[in-house]
């Protein structure tokens, strides 16, 4: 049973910025893709950032220039480095996984809350 946990979500002011960890447990996903999604309120769910095996990286053009994902196979970890946060960034962030033979995640964690203040 695989489990992923996120950290690191809090208030910051706009302008501020965090880091969010997801530390996974159960297997080694060392050779899955990881991605961040994130869910404000009212709003559909939306793709953040992803990472390959070997570090390949996408980002949604919303957070381009802005955030950072990044992944310690070792450790069995993925984070995102989230700079310049805007209002618009507030949302519950989930960290997320699949095989890459696969498109979709199967894998999540339960969310950590971001809240961005103007």
């Known amino acids: 049973q695989v489990q992923l946990v996120e950290s690191g979500g809090e208030l910051v002011q706009a302008g501020g910025s965090l880091r969010l960890s997801c530390a996974a447990s159960?297997?080694?996903?060392?050779?899955?893709?990881k991605a961040w999604f994130r869910q404000a309120p009212g709003k559909e769910r939306e793709f953040v950032a992803s990472?390959?095996?070997?570090?390949?990286?996408y980002y949604a053009d919303s957070v381009k220039g802005r955030f950072t994902i990044s992944r310690d196979n070792a450790k069995n970890t993925v984070a995102l480095q989230m700079n310049s946060l805007k209002p618009e960034d507030t949302a519950r962030y989930y960290c997320?996984?699949?095989?890459?033979?696969?498109?979709?995640?199967?894998?999540w964690g339960q969310g950590t809350q971001v809240t961005v203040s103007s």
């Open positions: 159960g297997r080694t996903l060392s050779n899955y893709v």
């Open positions: 997320a996984a699949r095989s890459a033979a696969v498109s979709k995640y199967n894998y």
């Open positions: 990472i390959t095996w070997n570090s390949g990286t």
